[in-house]
């Protein structure tokens, strides 16, 4: 598992790119669709539930603000002649995981008179539950939801659509 992190280069803190020994993820996803009795209607429904934790991860770093969110440095190491916190991040969470995700859908189409086109409206409705930012598990994205919805005309050969994003404006931060 890679990550990002912050490592010294000269007299500066700069973010690279470290591997954690050992990350584990676990979990289980269940879809489903539903062509109701109801012609030209179907809804779907998605979920996924994700479990996940660094096992072996020593993460060097000069960061105060970091060292003070660990609380204490497991020992000090020396990399390019500076010394270094060694950070024990065994036991967090992986970054940018939500352990809930759930995706609702909905399609209605019929066709439109004798004209050759099929008209339709469809919506989709999506949830993140909350997740780390890093693999410190300190900062935390909150939980959202965004709801889309496309109408369109269709033909065999071509396709317009009028859609809305994020239909009922929803602010939250979703990714960081």
Not at 82 to 98: I, S
Request: aromatic share 14%; proline share 2%.
């Amino acid at each position: 598992k890679q990550t990002n992190t912050q490592q010294q280069v000269g007299q500066f803190l700069t973010g690279v790119v470290t591997n954690a020994s050992s990350a584990w993820v676990k979990g289980v996803e269940l879809e489903s669709m539903w062509e109701t009795p109801l012609q030209g209607l179907s809804l779907g429904f998605a979920w996924t539930w994700l479990d996940s934790e660094y096992d072996d991860f020593q993460d060097a770093t000069r960061s105060a603000t970091r060292i003070a969110i660990a609380g204490e440095c497991s020992e000090i190491v020396v990399i390019r002649n500076n010394n270094h916190c060694l950070l024990d991040l065994d036991g967090n969470e992986l970054e940018f995981l939500p352990q809930n995700s759930v995706v609702l859908t909905m399609r209605y189409g019929q066709p439109l008179f004798r004209t050759g086109l099929d008209w339709y409206i469809e919506s989709n409705g999506s949830y993140q539950s909350e997740r780390y930012i890093s693999a410190d598990n300190f900062t935390e994205l909150d939980s959202f939801w965004l709801v889309d919805a496309r109408f369109g005309l269709s033909h065999e050969r071509w396709e317009g659509v009028f859609y809305i994003t994020n239909l009922f404006d929803n602010e939250t931060l979703s990714s960081s």
